[in-house]
């Protein structure tokens, strides 16, 4: 079965979250982005027996200005699989100060991911330049997932000589995907749709395990089974529990 490695399964009606369960073609992992996306990640990660990923998003951040310190104990108590969605993103901080505002953020998420030894989920857009450097300054040696990832094949050697790090493949294609995917092992690789803000449902996540499959030159069975095996190890799921569809439907 697919894993959808980042998605916003909360932001959809109950019945539509449960006609995408129910179809048991995808694992989807819940991941918040904001206070009230926070929080209905728990609840609908607790509902169905799913992973869930929580943090405040760079645009997040500029736009609502949290307490961070509020919400860092928030995130702590929820024992969430990873520390995300978090990061940079200049196509929104257009100001010096609002960039400082995503780095500050940033810096504390890194330092809570590190003390609770979880991995961190990034979102970056315009800006890997700065968050290779910040991933540098805090010597963080944990888990990276690059979310909807659109950075150069150089950034991503440079991120990848930091830290243990996932490419996370979404359905959009792009000359510098097509490059990352053609050198590096598929063990490097997860896929998503981000849905439903770039796909419309989970189980759009096929087209990513396609397009894969199609660059590398592997069979869609194959694909699907080892970003779903990479997927499990980077959220600490068990294996056969994504397989066998334990969800409480």
């Known amino acids: 079965m697919a894993v959808d490695s980042h998605c916003h399964l909360q932001d959809f009606p109950s019945k539509k979250r449960s006609e995408i369960l129910s179809s048991k073609e995808v694992y989807p992992i819940v991941t918040g982005y904001s206070f009230s996306s926070n929080k209905k990640a728990v609840d609908v990660s607790e509902e169905y027996n799913l992973a869930k990923v929580l943090g ?136 998503e749709t981000d849905s439903p803000y770039i796909a419309r449902d989970p189980r759009e996540v096929k087209e990513a395990i396609t397009y894969i499959a199609a660059i590398k030159d592997m069979d869609f069975t194959t694909v699907e089974e080892q970003t779903a095996i990479n997927a499990a190890s980077f959220f600490s799921i068990k294996r056969e529990d994504v397989l066998s569809y334990k969800f409480n439907l």
């Open 56 to 191: 405040i998003a760079p645009q997040t951040v500029i736009k609502e200005k949290p307490d961070l310190e509020l919400w860092i104990e928030h995130i702590k108590k929820s024992r969430p699989n990873a520390i995300g969605e978090v990061g940079l993103d200049y196509k929104w901080a257009t100001t010096p100060e609002q960039r400082e505002e995503q780095k500050e953020a940033l810096s504390q998420f890194i330092d809570l991911a590190a003390s609770m030894n979880k991995p961190l989920v990034i979102h970056c857009r315009d800006a890997y330049d700065d968050l290779i450097d910040m991933i540098q300054e805090h010597r963080y040696d944990g888990k990276l997932m690059m979310h909807s990832y659109f950075g150069t094949y150089e950034q991503a050697e440079k991120l990848s000589s930091l830290a243990e790090t996932l490419f996370s493949i979404n359905t959009i294609r792009t000359k510098e995907k097509k490059k990352l995917l053609s050198f590096y092992d598929i063990s490097h690789f997860v896929v």
